[in-house]
């Protein structure tokens, strides 16, 4: 078949996994009704696009946290890639270089950090998980030693969400975290961790950290006055608590608390270059796109990874030339027509 967008991958690589593998990766927590809103609301939001502006060459390059890349789009962390592909992560590394980005690797991943960095020929974060205080300050060595270049810690997970639906159907097969000599350390997050885990973090690490999970301005307000680099507006892919908004909701309520103080990225929902570009208009500096890589992987390895990553940027640069935004910063909140709220 002609693969022309990323559903098509997602088609096709729903073919290509056995069915538990494919529902542990498409599932949200119990109604799944946020896994779906992240899509809905894109819809919700119009754009206004301006005419007769010169865009005959569109610039998409962009920095996060002082590095370049090629577009404001890089891959977001997801668990157990050896599901999709045998080379998991290692695999999904190549194709990120392929592209030119950044690669965000998981805690949870099917291959070592150490493995992931060796294969790796571009720029990597690694996500953590607070298990354990010494379980975490080993992976933040590990990972600095291994030349990531930040740390992205997630916080919206105190436990693991409810996926009713992957409970229906138990992974079929045995595959492990590798980034623990024993799999009982990365089982279950640290319910007891707060605000006090940042000036841990920072007392082990120079890497920059990022906080991945933000979804309301108070908790953006917070990680600003405890120092944080950058922030990911993240409902965790509609995993964890059911029924919070899309992230696309909040994006501007985080952006308005934050102030200009650190970064701000979006996750969530993203499928096509316009959804991106909403993104930005709200506020974003970039995006983290996470199941349509893992489609791309599963399709064919680093070249389907490359190609869904291709594929996005092509849709984003098509998007701001009929939308009359030759660069990124021509791209403002004047873009978007909001949904009216009764």
Known sequence: MDLINVFDYEALARERIDISSWVYYACGADDEVTLRANRSAFERIKLRPRVLVDVSQIDLTTTVLGMSLPMPIFIAPTALQGLAHPK????????????????????SASRSLEEVAAAAGGPLWFQ??????PTAQRLVERA????YQGLVLTVDTPRWGNKERAARYPLSRS?????FENESEGDLPDPSCTWEIIPWLRSLTRLPLILKGILTGEDAQRACEHGVDAIIVSNHGGRQLDSVPATIEVLPEIVEAVAGRCEVYLDGGIRRGTDILKALALGA??????????????VNGAQGVADVLAMLRDEL???MALAGC?????????????????
């Open 175 to 179: 595959i492990r975290k590798a980034n």
């Open 285 to 298: 500096r970039a995006v983290l796109v996470g199941r349509p890589p893992l489609w791309g992987l599963a």
């Open 144 to 147: 600095e030693a291994a030349g």
């Open 128 to 133: 953590l998980y607070i298990t354990t205080r």
């Open 88 to 107: 998991g992560e290692c695999e999904m590394a190549r194709g990120a270089a392929l592209a030119g980005t950044l690669l965000v690797v998981s805690t």
């Open 326 to 342: 030759p660069h990124l910063t021509s791209i403002d909140r004047s873009l978007v027509r909001l949904p009216h709220v009764p």
């Open 317 to 319: 640069e098509q998007a």
